[in-house]
């Protein structure tokens, strides 16, 4: 890492917009903080900006409309602040190209995926000499695999515990890329080829961050569960990788998002069952409910392959949550799948699904070779039904836990509170947080509580979110870091 005192003290004020996945907020996270580290001052005042940046997405056509949109209405600002510099990176960048200076002839840089690195210097040739910046990966037909890898760079450096959300949980990235290449999805181009970072780089970042405070790692990867690699002759799965940073004193909480479930091992699962700070859930996109249409998304299961495997699930962690992704209305869908779908839907009973309406994107196989053949107005519908079914399951399943005690891990005041003057104040006032299962609690407490394990009793409960109240306040925790022991 460069030392911040070789740079400018002041680089001006940044602006920042991030859309898209948890991966996006991660990327979002080190490119402020490396821009920090040279000078920058982050605003949330987009109109007094030095340098605007998008962190976007292209996993649907709706999060690519909005960047759009915001980038038209900075053709004016750009007027007034001449020597603005605006940044278009991450998936659109890396998926659209030249095309992004085209539609927005104002951008000054664009930056892919695997450049994150390089914006710093993009951002000072864009200053010195004014005209069209860009970086990117080739692209997966442009090259061999391992050539067209090692143009996506992971970008992890060093982490700043100023810049993160929250002081107490962090995401860590442990893989890049997709090498699955179901056919509505754009990430195995803006993404590049499945890489997996190494387990000794992964440990010693979540020992950092735990020696920061963190107590919470959400471990992310596009197939997360489908990490591999060798490492002096050993080959590491998740589950070893995640055993070999389980025992990190003061860490207590381990999450991973998003499972493949082609690649839901037994080990994996009797990991999260046997390690005591592993989460008791699982987001497990299932997409349809329908064998024609898994195979024309190209999934690699069929419903029953599912079904087994939510079978073991149960089996080896009986009170694992599991949570699901839909897609509606994509290339053939009939009544008949969709009604597939959603009795899916109905018989496993997901905690959560999120559901999507299907958008053709550019340079996947469904949109090259598929017909986008059902009309809106019926994805719209089919939508509804099944987030009016989800939400009714979601609500069933909150209410079975009225009356019972959890574990909380609390992650301070909740976004009502934080809207109210309450929120800003405290001290007594209405916090969230989440159970071993992800379950979210909001509840009356002290914002001190913010960053420990609360005992708690539901009281009440929505679709989304269980009501309780305090129990014992807080947990005394074991010298080694181990388990909590309630006082
Ligand atoms: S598994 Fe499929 S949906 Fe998920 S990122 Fe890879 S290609 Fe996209």
Known sequence: ??????????????????????????????????????????????TSADTVLFNTCSVREHAEHKIYSALGRLKYSRR????????????????????VFQKAPHVDIVVGTGQLSEIPGLIEDARANRGRHMAVSLARRDATRQTVAASFESYDPLRDPEMRPSAFQAYVRIMIGCDKFCTYCVVPMTRGPEQSRAPRDIVQEVHQLAAEGVKEVTLLGQTVNSYRHTEDGREYRL??????????????????VTNYPRDMGDDL?????????????????????????????????TVADYREMMQRIH??????????????????????????????VREFRFKNSFIFKYSARTGTKADAIMLDDVPEETKRRRNVEMLELQTEISEEDNAERIGREYDVLVEGPSKTALKSADGEQGPLTQLTGRTRCDRIVVFDGNRRLTGSTARIRIDDCTATTLIGSIVTREFQHAPDGGLPILS
Not at 80 to 99: E, F, N, S, W
Not at 318 to 339: K, N
């Open 1 to 46: 890492m460069q030392d911040p005192s070789a740079h400018d003290a002041h680089n001006g004020k940044l602006f920042i917009q991030t859309v898209g996945c948890q991966m996006n907020e991660l990327d979002s996270e080190l490119v402020v903080a490396a821009l920090r580290k040279h000078g920058f001052q982050l605003t949330d005042d987009i």
């Open 239 to 256: 589950a070893d990788l995640i055993a070999a940073f389980h025992d990190t004193p003061g860490l207590e909480r381990i999450k991973f």
């Open 315 to 344: 089996a080896t962690v009986p009170d694992c949550a599991v949570s699901s992704d839909f897609i509606v209305g994509f290339c053939g869908e009939t009544e008949e799948a969709h009604q597939k779908s959603m009795d899916l």
């Open 80 to 99: 007034r602040r001449p020597q603005q510099v605006i940044g278009v990176m991450g998936c659109m960048a890396q998926k659209d190209q030249k095309l």
């Open 269 to 301: 699962l009797q990991a999260v069952r046997d390690l005591p700070k592993l989460a008791h859930y699982l987001h497990v996109p299932a997409q349809s409910g329908c064998d024609e249409m898994l195979k024309r998304m190209k999934r690699g299961y």
